[in-house]
């Protein structure tokens, strides 16, 4: 029995040392809208997260900075409109459609379009190559005698 108390003493010490976790909002009104708009940003180190769900260390450093912006009083739009400004159209999960993005919200049709384009004229020319390949009345009947004489020889 007291073998298990001292090895439990140190655990017991240990969890009657611990306490309440500190509440990670201080304002949270502020975290609300903070969790709004980083989940319509990307993490520019993870670049498939969005930086409400990142981990890293400059994902901590922009919600940071975005927090900031929040407690200025600056409004979602110009937030956006400021890591756009500082780092590109690439922090937003969804980017305007501008000239400079078009190939991000049109270049995945473009590419549908000319697949779909190449596979008809494949497509079409396989047809001809097969109709031209066809054969005559008289080329089948000498395959049926060539077939004939060679079942019987």
């Given at each position: 029995?007291?073998?298990?108390?001292?090895?439990?003493?140190?655990?017991?010490?240990?969890?009657?040392?611990a306490t309440?976790?500190?509440?990670?909002?201080?304002?949270?009104?502020?975290?609300?809208?903070?969790?709004?708009?980083?989940?319509?940003?990307?993490?520019?180190?993870?670049?498939?997260?969005?930086?409400?769900?990142?981990?890293?260390?400059?994902?901590?450093?922009?919600?940071?900075?975005?927090?900031?912006?929040?407690?200025?009083?600056?409004?979602?739009?110009e937030i956006?409109?400021?890591?756009?400004?500082?780092?590109?159209?690439?922090?937003?999960?969804?980017?305007?459609?501008?000239?400079?993005?078009?190939?991000?919200?049109?270049?995945?049709?473009?590419?549908?379009?000319?697949?779909?384009?190449a596979m008809?004229?494949?497509?079409?020319?396989?047809?001809?190559?097969?109709?031209?390949?066809?054969?005559?009345?008289?080329?089948?009947?000498?395959?049926?005698?060539?077939?004939?004489?060679?079942?019987?020889?």
């Amino acid at each position: 029995m007291v073998f298990i108390v001292a090895l439990n003493g140190p655990l017991l010490a240990g969890a009657s040392m611990a306490t309440e976790a500190q509440p990670t909002a201080q304002d949270p009104v502020v975290e609300a809208r903070l969790v709004n708009i980083s989940g319509d940003l990307r993490c520019l180190v993870c670049q498939n997260e969005s930086l409400a769900s990142s981990h890293a260390k400059l994902a901590d450093d922009l919600r940071e900075e975005v927090r900031s912006l929040i407690k200025q009083n600056q409004s979602d739009d110009e937030i956006k409109a400021f890591l756009t400004a500082r780092y590109g159209d690439f922090v937003l999960y969804r980017p305007t459609v501008k000239p400079m993005t078009w190939a991000l919200w049109f270049g995945p049709f473009a590419l549908l379009l000319v697949a779909l384009t190449a596979m008809l004229v494949y497509l079409r020319q396989r047809q001809r190559h097969q109709t031209a390949a066809a054969w005559t009345e008289e080329e089948l009947k000498k395959a049926e005698r060539l077939l004939k004489d060679g079942e019987s020889a």
